[in-house]
């Protein structure tokens, strides 16, 4: 049997020990379980703890050991929970609880081909904007904003002078403008003039529906057409369709079309070369020029035949007198 003294000391043990795992469980002190150390570098911590969470994808990963100020920055030592891996190219970044307000270290995944931080290695840290940055920020936005107001009251202030000048000076013309309207509008709605007429005209709707029907019925028409192009009906439809015939013919076609320009291409080719009979006539200079002689020789004869005529008929005469 245990003494009362004994008990009181087995209850203060367990007590400690209950305590303990509270800690543990709440704060983390990694007494339990290993960790590693990272090191991530801000230019401002912003309030950031020690003992505050360090999370990995939102997940808890481990705590902040401790932080020390080097190089001009903020050096943060992460102790992070043995089995858990950080990527070497990821980043740390300052984060905070919306309630609470309470600040921690939130790390990326990194890429997945990234190789693994080693203990003791420093990853790139990321400080997003303060408060105050922020509302400094706001400042200059509402004292830019005051100024844009004052230059809005200043401006409209000028356009309605200058519009009420403007509308004072030309008060007669802009009279004059609205009779004119005034009277265009009661043409219109008496139906005077062409526009009245087509506004006021009963029959004008009459015509459009009737021409909006005939083009409707053009419209069914034509994909009547196209319809029967499509399925190769017709000689045009065959000729759009796969209709192997009738395309044999047509190149068939074309061909003899193509063999006919080259002979017709060869024959000009050989009149302008001067070959063959037909060739030489157009271009022999000789030809020509006994051509010519050949002219005046059936000219001489002819006009030789014209003085002989008189004679030969005197001569018919008389033998057939004698």
Request: glycine share 10%.
């Amino acid at each position: 049997m245990l003494s009362h003294e004994q008990r009181i000391g087995v209850f203060f043990l367990v007590g400690l020990l209950l305590l303990f795992a509270a800690i543990e469980a709440t704060v983390g002190l990694g007494v339990l379980h290993r960790r590693y150390t990272l090191y991530a570098t801000f230019r401002d911590v912003q309030g950031l703890d020690r003992g505050a969470d360090v999370r990995l994808a939102g997940l808890r990963a481990g705590r902040v050991r401790d932080m020390a100020i080097a190089d001009d920055q903020v050096r943060v030592a992460l102790d992070i929970d043995h089995g858990i891996v950080v990527k070497r190219d990821a980043t740390a970044r300052l984060d905070f609880r919306a309630l609470s307000g309470e600040r921690f270290v939130a790390i990326d995944l990194g890429t997945p081909a990234a190789p693994p931080a080693a203990p003791g290695d420093v990853i790139a840290g990321e400080a997003p904007a303060s408060l105050s940055d922020a509302v400094d920020r706001l400042t200059g936005v509402a004292d830019r904003l005051g100024q844009l107001a004052t230059n809005l009251d200043a401006n409209a202030g000028r356009l309605l002078t200058s519009l009420a000048d403007v509308v004072d000076e030309n008060r007669t013309t802009i009279g004059a403008l609205a009779e004119n309207l005034t009277s265009i509008t009661d043409k219109l709605d008496r139906g005077s003039g062409t526009l009245g007429l087509l506004l006021n005209d009963p029959q004008l709707y009459s015509r459009a529906t009737s021409m909006l029907t005939d083009v409707q019925q053009s419209a069914q028409d034509l994909g009547r057409i196209t319809q029967q192009l499509a399925d190769g009906r017709g000689t045009l439809g065959k000729l759009l369709s796969s209709d192997e015939g009738l395309y044999g013919q047509l190149r068939d076609t074309v061909d003899d079309l193509g063999v006919a320009a080259r002979n017709a291409q060869e024959i000009t080719a050989d009149l302008r070369d001067g070959r063959g009979t037909l060739g030489k006539a157009l271009t022999d200079s000789t030809l020509y020029d006994q051509s010519l002689d050949t002219l005046r020789t059936a000219q001489r004869a002819t006009e030789t035949v014209e003085d002989q005529a008189p004679l030969s008929l005197l001569g018919t005469i008389v033998t057939s007198l004698f």
